[in-house]
């Protein structure tokens, strides 16, 4: 299967200050990435869409200012999150897909830690 | 949109026997169902998937069964080993906001006990 990498696998940072997380596709193009938050024992909740060039599509509830989504190239997404409080400590994960498809390749998740 | 559910939320077995987890959607839209599993701090990993114009897929021990018309489809396991024992979520694929995008249930815990 398609592989697809995080960096970094995980983080702790101090409250208000922000922290970048990258999602790259590694042996395929991915057209559209997804970016997905996972609370212990709980399901994936998806954050946002992005396809290459242009803007991300934010699910309902997701604040776009605080969780800033860069998809600028067929293999990376960053995924910012701007001044970060301990509630948005959680398990960041990101998948891709290729154009045409509907396979979604998993990445294998940045832990962040808010103090 | 579309509406996943999943059961059991968790199973139990003893290695050998066969797991099978079960999952309805909503959306009768939907064409693309992908299993994924989880072991403890890592990425979801697709297994298996079907699509709506094939009832039944196999690869190895592991089934998907589909049935459009009553919107369900299940994950079947068998000869479990322990080394199956993680998160397993079914998904369904919906349009919403004009981007397809994968609905997922809520998981199930697989234990399988040697």
């Known amino acids: 299967g398609a592989v697809v990498s995080q960096h970094p696998s995980w983080v702790i940072c101090k409250s208000g200050t922000s922290v970048k997380i990258e999602c790259r596709s590694l042996?395929?193009?991915?057209?559209?990435m997804f970016w997905y938050r996972q609370f212990p024992k709980q399901s994936l909740m998806l954050m946002a869409t992005?396809?290459?060039?242009?803007?991300?599509?934010?699910e309902q509830g997701v604040e776009k200012d605080k969780f800033l989504i860069n998809h600028a190239s067929l293999t990376l997404s960053t995924l910012t999150v701007t001044s970060a409080h301990p509630e948005d400590s959680s398990f960041y994960i990101c998948?891709?897909?290729?154009?045409?498809?509907?396979?979604?390749?998993f990445g294998p998740g940045t832990r962040l830690l808010v103090l | 949109g579309e509406n996943v559910e999943q059961h059991p939320s968790t199973l139990s077995v003893q290695e050998g026997d066969s797991a099978v987890i079960k999952c309805t959607y909503s959306?009768?839209?939907?064409?693309?169902f992908p299993w994924y599993k989880q072991e403890l701090g890592k990425g979801p990993q697709l297994i298996i998937d079907i699509r709506s114009n094939v009832g039944e897929k196999k690869d190895q021990r592991i089934a998907v069964t589909l049935n459009k018309t009553a919107k369900h489809f299940s994950l079947h396991i068998t000869e479990t080993q322990p080394e199956d024992s993680a998160v397993y979520f079914c998904a369904a694929s919906g349009l919403s906001g004009g981007y397809n995008k994968l609905i997922f249930g809520a998981g199930t815990r697989l234990a399988v006990h040697p």
């Open positions: 992005s396809n290459e060039g242009s803007k991300a599509t934010y």
């Open positions: 959306d009768s839209a939907s064409n693309y």
């Open positions: 042996d395929f193009q991915a057209t559209t």
């Open positions: 998948s891709g897909r290729a154009g045409g498809q509907e396979t979604q390749y």
